[in-house]
T-cell receptor
């Protein structure tokens, strides 16, 4: 597509429920990133996918968080047994790896509210 | 690890100039980025510096001093639509992800 697409744009859930957030990167972009943005905080790196390489999961805050990228394209971020501190905007970005500046293009994000 | 600092808020008048400073301490350096983010929207790329000096792009300019771990974003001829959050981000050497500062909220007043 023309840009990075994320869904849902807003999600309200109850504490303890599982949620899935989806990211459709720009066609042809080999690298995909997930970040989390909490109020008043900088973007926090969560996970990175590049082609067929093993993902860098070093930013995932706990084992309740996981992510997959199927067919080198669409990615799903799953949060199990959600907690109130998981409330944030989850941003996905994609880039063409190895393209000089390697500029990340972001989606508009999925706003998660855990009650 | 990475430590990136920028002011929380700045206010300026339409038509004026504002300079947003960013200081960083990182393990290695492979580029500094500025992004603009309007409320509820995606961050959008503004500029990239990897060598020392000034990069000018229309009303926006970005400066980098690697020896000082310092950058600034200069916004000239401010317009109301420039009211947004400005994010400074650094890529470490042998790295691919960006580390972000908390962002500077710029408010442009008439």
């Amino acid at each position: 597509g023309a840009g990075v697409s994320q869904s849902p744009s807003n999600k309200v859930t109850e504490k303890g429920k599982d949620v899935e957030l989806r990211c459709d990167p720009i066609s042809g972009h080999t690298a995909l990133y997930w970040y989390r943005q909490s109020l008043g905080q900088g973007l926090e790196f969560l996970i990175y996918f590049q082609g067929n390489s093993a993902p860098d999961k070093s930013g995932l805050p706990s084992d309740r968080f996981s992510a997959e990228r199927t067919g080198g394209s669409v990615s799903t971020l799953t949060i199990q047994r959600t907690q109130q501190e998981d409330s944030a905007v989850y941003l996905c970005a994609s880039s063409i790896q190895g393209s000089g500046a390697n500029v990340l293009t972001f989606g508009a994000g999925s706003r998660l509210t855990v009650l | 690890g990475q430590n990136i600092d920028q002011p929380t808020e700045m206010t300026a008048t339409e038509g004026a100039i504002v300079q947003i400073n960013c200081t960083y301490q990182t393990s290695g350096f492979n580029g500094l980025f500025w992004y603009q983010q309007h409320a509820g929207e995606a961050p959008t790329f503004l500029s990239y510096n990897v060598l020392d000096g000034l990069e000018e792009k229309g009303r926006f300019s970005s400066f980098l001093s690697r020896s000082k771990g310092y950058s600034y974003l200069l916004l000239k001829e401010l317009q109301m639509k420039d009211s947004a959050s400005y994010l400074c981000a650094v890529r470490g050497s042998n790295d691919y992800k960006l580390s972000f500062g908390a962002g500077t909220t710029v408010t442009v007043r008439a």
